[in-house]
């Protein structure tokens, strides 16, 4: 067995009878930056919490929020790939944001007992694209990808008043659904499927899990769009994927998937009622890195 390392103990895992479970459901699991940034950032805002990794297929899913919901030091949890949408079926109570969205990506443990899900995957991305200086209200959007965070993505961009959404999904059903829920949310919002790269966008995303195994192939090529596209990715891990590369090294501007996650730990934080008492976590999670 590999020696642990010593400064995993530093204050940061003081595990006793009243620390509160959190985690990440997902498969896979090992991507995830969340077991090395959350700790620091419980640490940091004093919570007696430990941050765990829950990896299991579609099949375990029924059977692990069973239990989850029976352990009563449970806190809550995020959801990743590819849980995104059946968590929402399987739910009994959800925001109207995660409802919008079709998909949940934040679930906690209601006093009650009960599992209540928000998702926050959107609102995340659109302020992490604000924050780094991408105008978001009035842009033409081009999203690839409608699944748990393409959806959540979708729904934010139209909340904070974008000008136009095109929306390309390999699955038609998928794109049929999510585009109705999108108009019914937001009927002010033109939205409307594409098949290929579209002229005239100010922001390009990728919402898939293109580029999270080596070898995936590019959910776009990024030459085909007009030169002052910006190019963003929700992929975390690796940090720059293939396509932020092509975009980046023929002079594109890029949008990393770390933004989104930046921006939403702070939410985390205030749907679990943890009091941040006035800490900067997007400055936290930025300098913790992982």
């Not at 700790?39 to 805002?45: G, I, M, T, Y």
């Not at 949408?85 to 209601?110: C, F, K």
Request: hydrophobic residues 45%; glycine residues 12%; neutral net charge.
């Amino acid at each position: 067995m590999t020696p642990a390392d010593p400064s995993l103990f530093n204050g940061l895992f003081q595990v006793n009878g009243a620390t509160r479970l959190y985690g990440t459901i997902g498969d896979p699991i090992r991507q995830l930056r969340m077991t090395a940034i959350m700790p620091q950032v419980f640490a940091a805002v004093g919570a007696n919490a430990v941050w765990l990794p829950f990896e299991g297929g579609s099949d375990l899913l029924p059977l692990m929020l069973d239990a989850l919901t029976k352990m009563r030091n449970l806190g809550g949890f995020t959801v990743t790939i590819p849980h995104k949408t059946t968590m929402l079926e399987l739910l009994g109570r959800a925001t109207p944001r995660a409802l919008a969205a079709g998909s949940v990506n934040l679930v906690r443990r209601d006093d009650d007992g009960a599992l209540v899900g928000d998702n926050v995957d959107g609102v995340g991305f659109v302020r992490g694209l604000e924050a780094q200086g991408h105008r978001v209200r009035d842009a033409s959007v081009w999203l690839v990808g409608l699944g748990g965070a393409g959806g959540a993505i979708a729904a934010a961009l139209c909340e904070a008043g974008i000008g136009r959404l095109l929306v390309t999904e390999i699955q038609d059903a998928r794109a049929s659904k999510g585009i109705d829920r999108l108009l019914r949310h937001y009927p002010d919002v033109p939205v409307a499927e594409v098949r290929s790269p579209p002229k005239g966008i100010h922001i390009a995303i990728n919402a898939t899990p293109l580029g999270l195994k080596p070898g995936d192939p590019q959910s776009f090529d990024p030459m085909t769009l007009d030169p002052d596209t910006v190019v963003a990715d929700v992929i975390m891990s690796p940090a720059e994927t293939p396509l932020l590369q092509r975009a980046r090294t023929h002079g594109r501007r890029i949008h990393h998937g770390r933004h989104m996650l930046d921006h939403q730990v702070p939410l985390y934080l205030e749907w679990f009622g943890i009091d941040a008492k006035g800490i900067d976590i997007v400055r936290l999670v930025r300098s913790i890195g992982g």
